[in-house]
């Protein structure tokens, strides 16, 4: 058995970018945190290779051994080569008569090597290599592949080089330590979901079409032509539909890792494909959803990632909004708002009176820890300039200063007196040093308003160097949101605040016939770390209220959900389900900044594919078998094959 | 425990469709040939179910159960009723004061009871059901969700109607056992290769695009418009070209099930989305893949459908087609073609003698056993059209009864002459009441058409019920065939006979440059009982190879693979893989005509859904914003959304 401290370097590979040292274990091994390696690796079976290059030890001294791989490097006017696979690198000896011809081998070309193992001459051992006390012995090397040598950028050193270089030479990128990690991580991942469903849970994993049919409402979804004239197919932006039909068709717990499209065409970070953790069930509650969800979680989560433990907290759409301002609160941050208006109400400064005066208003405050010692006059205007963007002139912001010696920077300190400067002090645990942010206005504008100044102060904190968020994964149920919200592009009536096939609440069905605005759902959403990465509901089972909401509330035309009606009215059993953001969650597992990180072949931003310059032109045939024709052609008629 | 017998009966549901029983396991018995169900039920957990229908026995009498499923009749007057879900049915007993309610309850409604499990009367016990012993005397019971009663097909006894009509309502038709057991044995299945693969054998699954660029050559792919004016992606009909740039990239082992895409039009059987599992290595020889293949299969398959074992037979293209006249033999059935050019060529009869003047010409002959006993003239009529519909007028075949007496009811016979004749009969083991049937022609036009009346007289005879094949899997890998050859369409010029991709045998390399069209492949095909169920290769990873491949012996251009190209030129390794037909494969497995039995929402001809009328118009507004216009529009306009 090795020393504890030999066991810790085990299977260590540094993240080029960050230089964190990342775990590459076993799928066997996955729920375990010992970063140990198992006695058999399985990651050469079935392929002359014996082992990989990364787990070879002193207890391999003595056998012989063929590898593969790339060439990392040449050491010592080639008397050595490392080579590297995913897992590790080890130090090739090359025999004398070679070095002439190995010296030459061009870095990423592709070797196989059979040597012995032996461990290093005393005092050229390395440690901070896992193999490090070892080398092999080359007694037979050849080239299987050369790389050519001009690449567009080294792998072994990982300059940074900008996104869509990167994106465009994927295949050399996905070779650093962090993307092979990621690929693997999730890989595991989702074997474990799928293990925890499958296998323990009875759930059925179905493959539903992607060629369907358009769902009115909703996201823009791609269209497909097809031969028959003026025919389309959609590709679905979820399998929400086929989740609802297998339910009535008796498949009483479905998953599948759902491949969903959407056109959004140029927002930032969003890919126009991507994956959710899709799952419905027959006969449940919330509370079985939910339940069974933090299970999931719990049992898939890496070793190497701390232990997840259910319950999550909760709370509803109301309570985050009022102590959030945001439906999807990061509690990695304690910070809360809090409201004052009872405080100031009596020596209102004018300033906040106009903000007063409609029902539903209030004065809410933020206490930014630290904010006055840490924070720049202009970052305090970029604070105020984006609640503007957010919430324009609806809302009234004032930061204050809180001096050394506790007196407030702002004429508003003045008018509202000792007593109550010292009661919101009071309520609000300000110090001296910190930033107080007040915010007047109706409804949750002034929330909102404060829980941007909340989450982008701390961003700026932490881009200086402070520690403001908690570690870990905090995750989070919100719930009872609104069934129906007023519409978005403000012309008259409601639309779903979810999806119009969301239940609602049990109490509220009457208020559906009477007072829409009022229903509230039994939608649910998971957050984690202030990202939404699932959201669920139970969904209406009955056709007469489905039929009611989609036509008399939302005003859509049914024709195209007639199967879905009929479907409902055959036998329909009661279900709820959620769909999980498998992208996002990777991304946050993994510490990412975007989820690119997370994605074998992503795309760059407006859809766009460096790797194969897709999207293309087709040709005219192809449009004239599908009958279509082009229209607002740029000058080039878009011929950029 | 329960006795053999009673153990047998356990989980069977008798097929509405064959009336054969089917297994539902659970997923942690998937392997297990025992039939009794494991003592803990997973199929209820997060839920407020105690029990599913089919799981109670005496072992439960005494409990209280809670059950929810739907209403498959009403029996005696309605002092019971029969409910089901996926797993079973069960017996309820419904208190006399309840009766006036319940009988009025419409079949397929959901309902929901608690009630306690009790043994029946003696002599009311029902052996050909496997809750047959007990029942369940009703507490409380209510309907969910009431079915309406003009159903378009009855579900408890499944009357024939007609697919498009089925599969209009699939959610009911899921209802039937034979599609619950299709869609469980599947999810089932595909978990076990993914454990396989993923965690006993680190292979890594990826996630490829589905919105890419058109590969050159090959099957018509879908095309999806953007908001960039005349940009379209394409829907890959594989992720070949992913899976490659992902061996270059270092993942060393990948695996997908995959969504796959072909616009295949009208093909009957075919869908225009499909599922591969598909997976790649690199450092492999063909062995090695063909035996990762056969103990992925082994491991996989499940317990109820008996054992597959490995090593599968080999043969090569070559032989295949010498033997059996097809290149995806299906070996369930002994006939094989034998020549007999030697033996008939010094007494050749005149109506054969035209076709054995060109190089390469042969007789072959082929035994149909009892084909005279009984297959009828018109058959044999129909046999002969088939075999002039493939090959034409460049085979001569002409079909000898052997009579009771061993004279042969044909002219040939005598031309012959008897020391011929016999040696013939000899060679092919004929006998009294067989059908002999000779085919002349060049290279393996006679084979092929020997090959057509060998399977078609075989499913004469079945349909006849005979026993013609043999019973069980009967794996073949078929290797070795030709890179390239002539272009189908007749114009000059070579073409892949698989894909582009495909690496040369190592032996003909110097070939490709020299005389192509004698190049043997590094390709391999799995068949099972005479269908294709997977095909894979070695892949070229030399650069220059390639480009003299696509370029100069295809003619393809290149322009639209440089990034493939670039990539081989980078570090590629020496890599192959394999990609198996999953519908194909677990519609064999299950013994079903269709492999839209096992497709969850499959479409219908001309890739047409019943369910939700996909393919649909699109709203103009859509068409405006992806810059195209519809052409050459029926009458009505297009506009049936």
């Not at 050491?75 to 080890?90: E, H, M, N, P, T």
């Amino acid at each position: 058995m090795a020393a504890p401290m030999r066991i810790c370097r085990r299977y260590l590979i540094q993240c080029l970018h960050c230089r964190k040292n990342l775990n590459f274990i076993s799928s066997s091994r996955y729920f375990s945190t010992d970063q140990e390696q198992d006695s058999a690796s399985t990651g050469t079976s079935f392929s002359y290779r014996t082992h990989l290059c990364g787990e070879l030890t002193r207890s391999h001294v003595g056998q012989t051994v063929r590898l593969s791989g790339w060439l990392q490097y040449h050491r010592l006017s080639g008397a050595f080569i490392v080579l590297r696979d995913w897992q590790g690198l080890i130090q090739l000896l090359i025999p004398q008569h070679k070095v002439e011809e190995t010296q030459n081998f061009p870095l990423e070309s592709v070797l196989e090597v059979t040597g012995d193992v032996q461990l290093r001459p005393p005092g050229q051992e390395n440690e901070s290599m896992s193999t490090g006390d070892v080398e092999v012995a080359v007694k037979d090397i050849k080239v299987l592949n050369p790389c050519k040598t001009n690449l567009p950028f080294e792998v072994r050193t990982f300059n940074k080089v900008k996104e869509n270089l990167r994106i465009k030479h994927r295949y050399l990128e996905l070779r650093l330590p962090h993307l092979q990690h990621a690929l693997r991580l999730r890989s595991q991942f989702v074997m474990a979901l799928r293990n925890f469903l499958a296998h323990e849970n009875e759930f059925v994993e179905v493959e539903t079409p992607t060629l369907f049919r358009r769902t009115p409402g909703g996201a823009r979804e791609f269209i497909v032509p097809t031969h028959s004239p003026g025919k389309f197919y959609s590709l679905p932006q979820s399998p929400q539909q086929f989740k609802q039909l297998l339910m009535v068709g008796g498949v009483d717990r479905y998953f599948q890792i759902a491949r969903c499209y959407r056109d959004e065409g140029s927002k930032p970070d969003r890919q126009p494909e991507f994956t959710q953790v899709d799952l419905e069930m027959s006969f449940v509650s919330q509370e079985d959803v939910v339940l069974l969800v933090e299970r999931l979680l719990e049992r898939s989560w890496p070793g190497e990632k701390g232990e997840v433990k259910g319950p999550f907290p909760h709370m509803t759409y109301h309570q985050a909004m009022t102590k959030y301002g945001c439906d999807k609160p990061d509690l990695r941050l304690p910070w809360q708002v809090v409201e004052v208006t009872d405080l100031v109400r009596d020596s209102c400064p004018p300033v906040f009176q106009p903000y007063l005066e409609t029902p539903g208003a209030s004065i809410q405050a933020l206490r930014v820890k630290d904010g006055v010692k840490h924070l720049s006059n202009k970052q305090l205007d970029a604070l105020k300039q984006s609640v503007f963007e957010k919430v324009g002139d609806s809302v009234k912001l004032v930061p204050v200063k809180v001096r050394s010696d506790e007196t407030w920077g702002s004429g508003v300190g003045q008018q509202l007196g000792d007593s109550v400067r010292s009661a919101i002090q009071d309520r609000l645990d300000v110090a001296a040093g910190d930033l107080l942010v007040f915010a007047a206005g109706q409804g949750f504008l002034p929330h909102t308003g404060l829980g941007l100044v909340r989450l982008q102060s701390a961003d700026m904190l932490e881009a200086k160097g402070f520690t403001v968020r908690e570690d870990g994964f905090h995750f989070l149920w919100v719930d009872t949101f609104p069934l129906f919200l007023p519409k978005e592009d403000g012309s008259p009536g409601l639309e779903s605040a979810h999806h119009p096939f969301t239940a609602p609440h049990p109490e509220d069905v009457g208020l559906v016939y009477t007072a829409p605005e009022q229903v509230r759902s039994q939608h649910y959403d998971l957050v984690l770390n202030g990202s939404e990465i699932g959201g669920g509901s139970i969904r209406v089972h009955d056709s007469h209220l489905q039929r009611y909401i989609l036509q008399t509330v939302l005003q859509e035309n049914c024709s195209e959900l007639e199967h879905l009606l009929e479907a409902l009215d055959s036998g329909c059993p009661p279900h709820g389900g959620i769909a999980l953001g498998l992208d996002r969650l990777m991304a946050i597992m993994l510490g990412t900044d975007s989820i690119r990180d997370v994605i074998a072949f992503p795309k760059v931003s407006e859809g766009h594919d460096p790797l194969s310059r897709a999207p293309a032109a087709v040709a005219e045939k192809d449009l004239d078998y599908y009958n279509i024709h082009l229209v607002n052609l740029p000058e080039d008629g878009g011929s950029g094959v």
